[in-house]
């Protein structure tokens, strides 16, 4: 259980609380989720009948996003688009994506005495979030993940701002792991000579979709750019995934990236810092199971040259998460919590096993993609 939260011992909370109208006698909150990022609080208020009316209220990391105002922006113009199409489509815009609560004087957000954003948003209830995939959830949030590609198709990507500075950008990745190699400030450079040769191997590869969007076979879309299973919520009735959460890095981007990042997460059984590589194995079978998913719930959206792109997008998203984490290790681990000092190389380690194991199997990757894209 969360400990009760009292917002009159915080006078920030309390601040932003009373900047609400609720349709309810507010009660409290408490800290609620598993993220690390923005500061989340369950806001519970008590009608005089029926049941307790909640929202969630998140104040924005400024470290994070130094442009809330410009995230928040995205956040209204993507969510107001999504309204509209689930409209159209006969949908419940209530469940099917996030909505926000405008203050009293009719903002989409608060903003603290120290400068903190801060937005509310209805509860969706009957749902759940997880941390784990079976292959049915799996499938499920690929979907949920498809279909939020094809709900906004047509929306005009390049209005969007970059809330995350060149976040899936694979070849200022890979500038970014020369320079901490070339500097080599912690002196672990020697140490780590084949992940070094691993990534340098593939220099060429970090270009590929970029050309690709550059020569005009890629479009640029929008993008969620954080497509992990516990950013749908799932509905408990169903089972299905219901809404997208977590909009904050979602942006122009590639949607080959998004299919991606979600196989990078979910095509594997082991620990993400595994150390005993032989327990690291991509599984075509996931792969295959969120493919069809994923073209199920794009419903016919995606280009001839996205389905193409698509098993390159597994490969360079997991790459580009690699090479992250082994530029931080360069660097000190300044980026990347860590528990114990090799962690980061660890994680490294197991995402480079994956992209062998996709290349040694980047046939039947395509073969499954042109399965279900028929």
Known sequence: MNTPYIPENDPIVAEVLKAYDFPATLLGAVRYGQGHINDTFCVICQPQEGDAVRFILQGLSSAAFPHPE?????FVGITSFLREKIIAAGGDPMRETLSLVKTRDGKDFYTDANGKVWRLTPFIENSDCFQKATPELFEASARTFGRFQKLLDGFPAETLHETIYKFHDTENRYANFEKALAEDKMGRAAAVAAEVKFVQDRKADCSVCLQALRDG??????????????NILVDRTTHEGICVIDLDTTMPGLSVNDFGDSIRFGANHSAEDE??????????????A?????????????TEAELEYLPWGAR????ECGIRFLTDYLEGDNYFRIHYPEQNLDR???QFKLVHDMEQQ???MHAVVAKYAK
Do not use: Q
Request: glycine share 8%.
């Open 316 to 319: 360079l998203m997991t790459l």
């Open 70 to 74: 410009e995230l928040m922006e995205n």
């Open 290 to 302: 969120f493919t069809r998913g994923f073209l199920e719930g794009a419903a016919g959206g995606l």
């Open 217 to 230: 076979k890629l479009p640029l879309r929008v993008t969620h750019n954080d497509t992990k299973l516990n």
């Open 275 to 288: 150390k005993d590589l032989s327990k690291v194995n991509f599984d075509i079978e996931l792969y295959e």
């Open 348 to 350: 490294c380690r197991t």
């Open 362 to 364: 980047f046939d039947a």
